[in-house]
């Protein structure tokens, strides 16, 4: 079993719905939470970055982070078609001795005008 | 500021040649990991080094090597080659270690191996 889960998709939505990207693990280590939005033939990009459980909004990204479930969450509002694109979660903790960044599969999101 | 640059962007091997990838990070990173990424398996990560040592390695054999250089520079070798190996290789830079710092992603060496 992976220690991070997320359904590859691909999710497909028309331009101005609301996007639900979500992830679970199972490592309790895990401290910082994260949402890398990775295009096309480039590297991944840090969108969204926490640590505690809560929500934290910016613009029109807002993440989740419930520990007691070990489960986050991104929600995309009045998404565009500039939002398709990969979405990565990403967790850091210790894990064999050091702390590292542990990263989903992805989920390949298409915003149709 | 420059941004994370990676060489080769592409290239072609045969099965049993090696390949060394090359990272340059932002100024002022020490912090180097290598990151595997493949469609089935997502991105897999491969060491990171920081100030010219390995601070951790993921699971991968001893074909996979690594080293940082004094100016944080890093590359990573890849020896006797397999079709498996054929993967996007993505280096990030960050100012602290341990992933507890931002990320910054190059955009890759993708590596054909036939």
């Known amino acids: 079993q992976k220690e991070v889960e997320q359904d590859p998709g691909p999710l497909s939505v028309p331009e101005g719905a609301i996007v639900s990207l979500n992830c679970t693990y199972s490592?309790?280590?895990?401290?910082?939470f994260m949402w890398y939005r990775q295009y096309s033939r480039k590297g991944p990009e840090l969108l969204m970055y926490?640590?505690?459980?809560g929500n934290k909004e910016d613009g029109r990204f807002t993440a989740q982070v419930d520990k007691s479930s070990k489960y986050i969450s991104l929600f995309i509002r009045d998404s565009q078609p500039s939002d398709s694109a990969t979405y990565l979660c990403a967790m850091t903790g210790r894990t064999g001795g050091y702390q590292k960044v542990t990263f989903g599969t992805g989920t390949k999101l298409q915003v149709i005008p | 500021k420059a941004g994370v640059t990676q060489t080769p962007r592409y290239l072609i091997k045969t099965r049993g040649q090696q390949v060394t990838l090359s990272c340059s990070p932002i100024?002022?990173?020490?912090?180097v990991s290598w990151y595997q990424q493949t469609p089935g398996q997502g991105l897999q990560f491969l060491f990171e080094?920081?100030?010219?040592?390995?601070?951790n390695k993921g699971n991968f054999p001893g074909r996979f090597s690594g080293r940082q250089f004094s100016n944080s520079r890093s590359e990573m070798n890849v020896s006797t080659l397999e079709l498996g190996d054929s993967a996007l290789y993505l280096c990030?830079?960050?100012?602290?270690?341990?992933?507890?710092?931002?990320?910054?992603f190059g955009e890759g060496s993708r590596l054909t191996v036939l």
């Open positions: 926490t640590y505690s459980s």
């Open positions: 100024s002022g990173h020490r912090s």
């Open positions: 490592n309790s280590a895990f401290q910082y």
């Open positions: 080094y920081f100030s010219e040592t390995q601070r």
């Open positions: 990030a830079s960050s100012y602290l270690t341990g992933g507890t710092g931002e990320l910054f």
